[in-house]
């Protein structure tokens, strides 16, 4: 896992953490709370991978835990990841990537909402 995403962070800003965020979840190492793990460890990776702490409280960790559908997306995505590499072994975190994308755009439109109507001092 680790040679891996060695091999792939020029890629893609995505697609590690997309790959991290399945492949935890696959490799199922805690009796509880792989889910929480994957997802933290995947957004701390592309905080690392975009050289920056990303802004804004609803965090994509936040927004897949606190809403069904996104969680469902989720979930589908995961599975989706997994249909991949166990019909060829193939890693296809595509569906993963696409969500994250659209999970970190409404955090930092979130974020971008808080300063433009923060009324000024």
């Not at 893609?12 to 696959?26: A, I, T």
């Not at 991978?49 to 996104?70: C, F, H, M």
Request: hydrophobic share 35%.
């Amino acid at each position: 896992m680790c040679d891996y995403c060695n091999e792939h962070a020029g890629d893609n800003p995505l697609h590690v953490p997309s790959y991290l965020m399945w492949r935890l979840n696959w490799v199922h190492p805690f009796a509880d709370g792989n889910g929480r793990t994957a997802r933290i460890v995947s957004y701390m990776m592309l905080c690392i991978l975009s050289g920056y702490e990303l802004p804004g409280t609803r965090t994509i960790p936040v927004q897949i835990s606190d809403n069904q559908e996104i969680k469902h997306a989720y979930y589908t995505s995961l599975e989706a990841a997994d249909s991949a590499f166990a019909d060829d072994g193939r890693v296809d975190v595509s569906q993963m990537e696409e969500l994250m994308g659209s999970l970190l755009a409404a955090q930092l439109y979130e974020f971008h909402q808080s300063i433009v109507n923060h009324p000024s001092d």
